[in-house]
């Protein structure tokens, strides 16, 4: 378990940094684009398939670390409504595997997509169409392995306790 805790955390701690680093770069981008306009009067083609790809990239990859620090609202609020406290663990363990089995399919209808697009290369820039939609691959096979971790957590409370 603890080198599943620690895996977890140096990736979330790779993903947070590339994730504001590529925030970092987005803003100048758009910055030298926009002075650039004002200037020239015309704006920098490529600019905007590199935003396309930094927000791509920073979406997903930041989109893992809130799962991991489960800064998303799940369904906590309907829990605390209108179910009985006993019965939390048990949502739980259902919406995480729900989680599961979206998180898996989408990686397994990914595979097929990222083949096609590895077949095209951007329009402006010279780098490889699957680069716009790699991010997902990390980012939900990182949530995989943290909705995995939080399901063996969740399994270890319910054991010796009745889930009635």
Not at 56 to 62: D, H, N, P
Not at 78 to 90: A, E, N
Not at 131 to 158: C, N
Request: glycine share 2%; with cysteine.
């Amino acid at each position: 378990m603890r080198l599943i805790d620690t895996v977890i955390s140096q990736i979330e701690k790779t993903y947070l940094f590339f994730s504001t680093l590529i925030f970092a770069i987005l803003i100048l981008i758009n910055v030298v684009d926009i002075a650039y306009r004002l200037t020239v009067g015309s704006s920098i083609t490529a600019t905007q398939e590199l935003s396309i790809l930094c927000f791509s990239w920073m979406v997903f990859l930041g989109m893992a670390v809130v799962l991991k620090r489960n800064l998303d609202p799940k369904i906590t609020i309907f829990l605390d409504r209108f179910v009985q406290k006993k019965y939390h663990v048990f949502f739980d363990i259902v919406v995480n595997i729900l989680i599961m089995v979206f998180l898996s399919t989408v990686l397994i209808i990914m595979v097929e997509y990222l083949k096609v697009q590895s077949l095209r290369e951007a329009n402006y820039l010279p780098i490889n169409y699957m680069l716009f939609s790699l991010p997902i691959v990390f980012s939900f096979t990182y949530m995989i392995i943290i909705t995995i971790r939080e399901l063996i957590e969740l399994f270890h409370q319910t054991r010796g306790k009745e889930i009635s």
